[in-house]
C-alpha cells in the first residue's frame, strides 16, 4: 500500500501534535496507508486461496439481531464449520476485537444449535506465535478459538506466507523514499 497514492487530511490531530498541518498530513497518509493494509491482506488470502467453498465476508443473520454478522471467512467442510477473522497487526483495538470474539461466538451458538459442528478461528499476520495472538486480544482470547499466526496462518489457507511477505517487500522501499523526501520538503 503506497503512502503517496493515500488520501491524507490538513486539519488531522497529527498536525496539532507536531505543530505542522503538513506534517501531520504525511503522518495521516501513513496512518491510512496501514489501515489499507488490512484490507489488503483480506484481499490477498481472498484472491490466492485454494480452498474451494471458503467464503469471505460472509453476511449471516442471527435471530433477534438488526444486523448481520459478517465474519472475514466462513467455510463449511461439510462436517465442520469453520469462522474466523483476520488481522494484520497483532495488537488489536480492544473495542473492536471484544466485539468480533462475540460476534463468533454468536456465530458458533447460531450454528450449533442448529446441531453443527463449529470451529472459531483469530489470525494475525504480524504474531510470531500463539503467545502474541493472545496478548493482542487483551484476556479475550479462549482455549475455544483457534489461533493462527504468521506462517501457520498462511499455511491453513494454503497460501504462500513468502509471497505476501515478498509483495510487502515491493511498497516498502517506495514507502521510505516517499516519506524521506515528503518530510525534507516540509522540515
Known amino acids: 500500500m503506497l503512502i503517496e497514492h493515500r488520501a491524507g487530511n490538513l486539519n488531522s490531530s497529527y498536525g496539532i501534535v507536531f505543530g505542522n498541518s503538513e506534517l501531520g498530513n504525511i503522518i495521516s497518509k501513513t496512518q491510512s496507508a496501514m489501515i489499507a493494509l488490512g484490507y489488503e491482506l483480506e484481499r490477498y488470502i481472498r484472491d490466492n486461496c485454494p480452498i474451494d467453498g471458503i467464503e469471505f465476508k460472509k453476511r449471516v443473520d442471527i435471530e433477534g439481531q438488526k444486523r448481520r454478522i459478517e465474519p472475514d471467512f466462513f467455510y463449511d467442510d461439510g462436517s465442520t464449520i469453520h469462522v474466523g477473522e483476520i488481522k494484520l497487526g497483532s495488537m488489536f483495538d480492544t473495542k473492536k476485537s471484544d466485539g468480533e470474539v462475540k460476534n463468533l461466538y454468536k456465530l458458533k451458538q447460531k450454528f450449533e444449535n442448529a446441531g ?3 470451529e472459531l478461528y483469530f489470525c494475525s499476520y504480524m504474531a510470531t506465535n500463539e503467545m502474541g495472538v493472545i ?12 489461533l493462527l499466526y504468521g506462517r501457520v496462518f498462511f499455511d491453513w ?17 517506495a514507502n521510505r523514499l516517499y516519506f524521506k523526501k515528503a518530510i525534507s520538503d516540509i522540515l
Not at 489457507?157 to 522501499?173: E, P, R, V
Open 157 to 173: 489457507f494454503n497460501i504462500d506466507y513468502d509471497a505476501f511477505t515478498d509483495y510487502l517487500k515491493t511498497q516498502q522501499k
Open 116 to 118: 453443527r459442528e463449529v
Open 135 to 146: 496478548n493482542g486480544l487483551k484476556g479475550r482470547a479462549t482455549s475455544d478459538i483457534n
